[in-house]
């Protein structure tokens, strides 16, 4: 499990590309038949991605959060954004096809990810944060989340955002997921722009086309910096900084958040003009 330290504002400010890159961006998430995590100080959020291809694969307990099993004090969000798969859950599965969520509260002590064919394996995006209180396993088909329009054709950002996992859908603890599709012709994404200090928040940039790249934004509103990332790659949204992007092609991204505030609103925003 890799682990990423706090970063003060000031202290970004100074990091080079390489610096940049190395604290905030998350680029090998889905490694055949392994469990690949990313251990976040901000908010104690995990990221992770499982890829089975020709063998089941099991979550299990970490040293680095010195637990026997994974969801000894945990709750989790999962997405498959690969082929048809399913997840057993102390032996109980459940189906997962491409783009359905599942969530799982506090105190499963087995998880196991599995695709049905090798040929076309899952792939399962997890998002994990610390839990008090045990909330059900629940699954959500994607075609059964209708979704909010959002955006406008003229401005490039038309887009339609799903809620998952939130204060009106399946409840957890603290964690906040859902995914937003930009429809083809609009790149930009969360525009405008907004921080929110209360939570950080987690962004997987997928579907974007072999060759192409995507430009997200961080930092604070009066001093921006930016990452260049490519498809199936994470990045971590410190509750200080901005988060926002646009990439050279449509694409979709989901969404994780975790903090003090569970309330999806719970934003502060700015005029674009005083970005700098």
Known sequence: MDKRYSIH???AKQFSTEELRKNFLIENLFMPDEVSLCYSLDDRIIIGG???VETEVILGGSDVIKSDYFLERREIGIFNIGGPGKIAVDGKE???ANRDCLYIGLGSRE????????AEPAKFYLASAPAHKEYPIQHVAFEDIPGDEMGETEKANKRKIRRMIHQNGIQSCQLCMGMTELETG????????????RRVEVYLYFDLPKGEILFHMMGEPSETRHLIMQNEQAVLSPPWSIHCGAAT???T??????????TYEDMDKFPLTEMK
Request: glycine share 2%.
């Open 9 to 11: 504002p000031t202290q």
């Open 50 to 52: 499982v890829a089975p």
């Open 94 to 96: 459940f189906l997962m």
């Open 111 to 118: 998880v196991t990810f599995i695709s049905e064919s090798a």
């Open 186 to 197: 609009s790149v930009w994404n969360s525009m405008p722009p907004h921080v929110h200090d």
């Open 249 to 251: 092609s449509s694409y």
């Open 253 to 262: 991204f989901i969404w994780a958040m975790a903090g003090e505030n569970y």
